[in-house]
């Protein structure tokens, strides 16, 4: 079956230190890959996207993953955690030439400690 | 701003009581779908259009549930005899083709 897992529920770091939030996903087909996140009350933003072209993807506020086909992972990293950042991030997963099913993951909520 | 609206923003209900949704997508985009997100979750896929064709619907899009998009533009949820268990963030996005959504803000609901 179509699945993505986040592999941290919450992850918590220190302003100004680096980022790492973890996706993995399972299929055998060639799938399209993003990141969203989620500020309170607010609605879901598209951070980043992979679409079978280059395997590191830059993302807006700093924030960047790399697709990693042998590993079927694509965790989002940034160099430099800011306060803003503190959010809900969302894995996503569709399979564009296969049946469009869209997956999210579960999010990982990322805090921020000054 | 051309983003997705919804509409309501809230909404309060009590159990037995029908509620409708508003979605107006980008006027460009021919897809539109709906999810549900409850706390702690991640949004659930309901359904989707393209134009005003309802190509998939989740298993879980009850019998209580009906959306339509009747002109290819905007789209409605509407659940009829709400339950508790309907309480959630009801979120809609669009896209062109087979590209990235754009999601709305969503609409809060809460039964009673």
């Known amino acids: 079956a179509q699945s993505v897992t986040q592999l941290d529920s919450h992850v918590s770091v220190s302003e100004g230190t680096p980022v790492l939030l973890r996706c993995n996903y399972s299929?055998?087909?060639?799938?399209?890959l993003f990141w969203y996140v989620q500020h309170p009350n607010k609605g879901l933003q598209l951070l980043l996207k992979y679409t079978s072209a280059a395997t590191l993807v830059k993302g807006i506020n700093g924030f960047e993953a790399e697709f990693k086909k042998s590993e079927t992972s694509f965790h989002l990293t940034k160099p430099s955690a800011h306060m803003s950042d503190a959010a809900e991030y969302f894995c996503?997963?569709?399979?564009?030439?296969?049946?469009?099913?869209?997956?999210f993951g579960k999010g990982t909520r990322l805090h921020i400690l000054p | 701003d051309t983003g997705v609206s919804q509409d309501p923003r809230h909404k309060i209900t009590k159990r037995g009581q029908n509620v409708t949704f508003r979605c107006d997508p980008i006027s460009e985009h021919n897809r539109l779908y709906w999810y549900r997100q409850t706390l702690g979750q991640g949004p659930e896929f309901l359904t989707y259009f393209q134009n005003e064709a309802q190509l998939e619907k989740s298993r879980l899009l009850s019998d209580r549930f009906s959306a339509e998009r009747p002109k290819g533009s905007f789209s409605t949820l509407e659940i009829q005899r709400t339950e508790q268990g309907d309480s959630a963030m009801y979120l809609c996005?669009?896209?062109?083709?087979?590209?990235?959504?754009?999601f709305g803000p969503g609409t809060r609901l809460t039964v009673l």
């Open positions: 996503v997963v569709t399979y564009p030439y296969r049946d469009d099913k869209i997956i």
């Open positions: 996005a669009s896209s062109g083709g087979r590209n990235e959504q754009f």
């Open positions: 299929s055998s087909y060639s799938p399209s």
